[in-house]
């Protein structure tokens, strides 16, 4: 007796994840150059981070919450987690904590976006303002995004 079971996506995921996540899958735990994973609760600061991403060329996925993402880096690990730093539930530095105990080493870097900051530093993780300055979050993106041939060439300068 075959049983087959479909199962529709959360609803909670945004459309901006569901469109391009599979589009940015390689291998298993590889982190992939451009692959930008934004997490935050507010759909609509998360869309506007993603569609800012994918102009400047980065694959740029959404998560609305820390156990999504969670999920997503169990699936590939980004090059880069831009994320909300308070959000129900799990918050940036939980989210971070996580990731952490998940990768060791090998965790992607955080950036977070927070209206918060200072007295947050501890984290380990590059702090950009909110509201966000798109140029500002693009630098920062850039800096973490980099290839390895960019890399190398920087580091021999």
Not at 65 to 88: F, H, I
Not at 90 to 103: V, Y
Not at 125 to 134: L, R
Request: net charge negative; glycine share 6%.
């Amino acid at each position: 007796m075959d049983i087959s079971l479909t199962l529709p996506l959360c609803e909670c995921v945004s459309p901006v994840f569901t469109a391009s996540f599979h589009q940015m899958m390689y291998a298993s735990g590889v982190a992939t150059a451009k692959w930008v994973l934004v997490v935050d609760d507010d759909e609509d600061n998360r869309d506007s981070v993603v569609e800012t991403l994918q102009d400047a060329g980065y694959t740029a996925t959404a998560a609305p919450e820390g156990t999504v993402a969670l999920r997503m880096m169990g699936e590939s690990t980004p090059a880069l987690v831009v994320s909300d730093l308070r959000m129900p539930g799990m918050d940036g530095r939980e989210l971070l904590k996580r990731t952490r105990q998940l990768f060791g080493a090998a965790a992607p870097p955080f950036v977070f976006l927070t209206g918060l900051a200072p007295e947050f530093a501890d984290v380990g993780a590059t702090f950009v303002s909110k509201p966000c300055d798109f140029d500002q979050l693009l630098g920062v993106v850039r800096r973490h995004c980099r290839d390895d041939a960019e890399a190398e060439a920087s580091v021999h300068r």
